[in-house]
């Protein structure tokens, strides 16, 4: 089985330097552009399904490739979405790991109120995996998602503690990372 991991382009809250987490902001105008300019990418290779976070920044991302093709398979899958920071989704990007590091907290493991830890969008990563395993072996699919749930998927397939979070470099927007499995 070949996974394409598809991390969306530019948001209005990356442009704005706001940690989103699962608010639902759409694509900026250079995130516009730049996936309109990863057609010509995605495009060398073939994908038997797509599979989308619910927030209109993944959609508006593969969209213009999906436009290219004559009835695509494209699934919706709340697994994918992206970190839940609870109490610090919409503050600005560096707020939740100051808190942290002020209040000697690990920051994999450490959930912020009525929100996830990384360690939790880790044992959700280990979900989509078992469930794509189980419905679509074989098949080459695209994932397009979010920074922390792709970067926490990257290290199951490459076989890589939760604990290395930190230590390797996530995916930027726009990048594509392919592996087989």
Do not use: W
Request: aromatic share 8%.
């Amino acid at each position: 089985m070949k996974l394409f991991l598809l991390r969306h382009t530019e948001s209005l809250s990356n442009k704005k330097k706001i940690a989103a987490s699962v608010m639902d902001f759409g694509l900026s105008e250079k995130g516009k552009k730049d996936a309109k300019e990863l057609v010509s990418t995605l495009s060398n290779n073939s994908y038997d399904f797509f599979i989308v976070s619910p927030l209109k920044r993944t959609i508006q991302t593969i969209q213009p490739f999906l436009a290219t093709l004559e009835k695509p398979r494209v699934i919706t899958e709340p697994l994918t979405i992206e970190r839940d920071l609870g109490v610090f989704t919409g503050t600005p990007d560096g707020t939740f790991t100051k808190h942290c590091k002020k209040n000697g907290l690990d920051r994999i493991s450490y959930r912020p109120q009525n929100g996830e830890s990384i360690a939790d969008v880790y044992e959700r990563a280990k979900k989509l995996l078992v469930l794509i395993a189980e419905k679509y072996k074989g098949k080459s699919i695209l994932i397009c998602g979010h920074e922390v749930f792709l970067h926490c998927l990257e290290l199951l397939l490459t076989n890589e503690p939760v604990e290395n979070f930190y230590l390797c470099k996530p995916l930027a927007n726009g990048e594509i990372a392919e592996f087989e499995i």
